[in-house]
């Protein structure tokens, strides 16, 4: 299985862009500056997820979520928004520089939603932060 990892076009761009700001405009003009901070980001999702704002089967907007709790990681590890093509399509994607890392959170939360699971926020952060540490360190 071959990928491609490149930056993402303008197109791409955009599109994470609108999920991004989905999640983001949950908070009140005033106080959208929340979003700046790796905790206000997962605080913003974790209210989002325990008001039951989404359904299950709002895949995209469950999505949008996964975009923003990339963010998070990004903004914690370093890492930068990539897009990746394989036999299957194009996604998005978290890389870190100098590495083979990648990690795909578009669809980390809305995949446990869907099947039904309770999604601790920061847990599912700290335990895919925790991955990827070490796998930085395995020399991924």
Known sequence: MTQIVE???AEETARV??????????YAPEARCGYDTVEGKLALLDTILGS????????IKL???GIAFGDAMAQRLGLHWVTVEDEYGRDPAL??????LLAFPL??????IERGETVDVRALF???CAAIEQAMRDGA
Do not use: F, P, Y
């Not at 862009?17 to 949950?26: K, T």
């Not at 039951?52 to 895949?59: K, L, P």
């Not at 669809?107 to 446990?112: A, G, L, P, V």
């Open 52 to 59: 039951g704002w989404i359904d299950a089967t709002e895949t």
């Open 7 to 9: 930056a993402m076009n």
């Open 107 to 112: 669809t980390s939360i809305s995949k446990r």
């Open 17 to 26: 862009e609108a999920q991004r700001s989905w999640v983001r405009d949950h």
């Open 126 to 128: 700290e335990s895919a």
């Open 63 to 65: 999505q949008c979520l």
């Open 95 to 100: 890389k870190r520089d100098g590495t083979s």
